[in-house]
């Protein structure tokens, strides 16, 4: 299977989305504290390879953008753990790491620059699980697209999309 790994960084926590590059179905989706992100990064080609699965042809990583505004300490948090993460993707695993601003994914899923993180969702819903209760995400007995799907795992999630639409030879 065709598989992509897409990256929402945090100075502390960091959402991922693991998705079939084809169809764009989410495979895996996590947020957890950043340490933990990359120990599963660090593990991820062998637990794929023991899955029967081939490493993804590429991961993304959202890139912080300057926009001429002060930032404070978390957003040079948030730059040393895309550091952090794309170092590790680029010893432990042969997937090439690509970093991505918000502002194409915006344009992508919204066609709007001005598009908030709510646009972007509901953009995905109405994409990928048009007029299924609870936006999409399903019960615990049954399974929606975004089942599990909660705050940067949409971001993350929508970043992976962006890269499977746009770039070729990633869906293939």
Request: net charge negative; charged share 20%.
């Amino acid at each position: 299977m065709n598989t992509l790994l897409a990256i929402d960084p945090g100075n502390t926590e960091s959402a991922y989305a693991l998705i079939n590059a084809d169809t764009c179905e989410p495979l895996v989706v996590a947020k957890a504290d950043n340490a933990e992100v990359l120990e599963t990064l660090m593990a991820l080609d062998l637990n794929l390879a023991r899955a029967g699965q081939e490493p993804p042809r590429l991961a993304a990583i959202e890139m912080v953008a300057s926009y001429g505004m002060p930032v404070g300490a978390d957003v040079f948090g948030t730059c040393v753990w895309i550091g952090r993460f794309q170092e590790c993707l680029a010893q432990t695993s042969r997937t090439p790491v690509e970093l991505i601003t918000r502002h194409p994914v915006k344009l992508h899923h919204c066609h709007s620059s001005k598009a908030k993180d709510s646009n972007i969702t509901q953009a995905l819903i109405d994409r990928f699980a048009p007029g299924q209760p609870n936006r999409g995400k399903g019960t615990k007995a049954e399974p929606g697209w975004f089942y599990g799907f909660r705050a940067d795992i949409w971001q993350a999630y929508a970043l992976a999309v962006y890269v499977a639409d746009t770039r070729e030879g990633v869906a293939a």
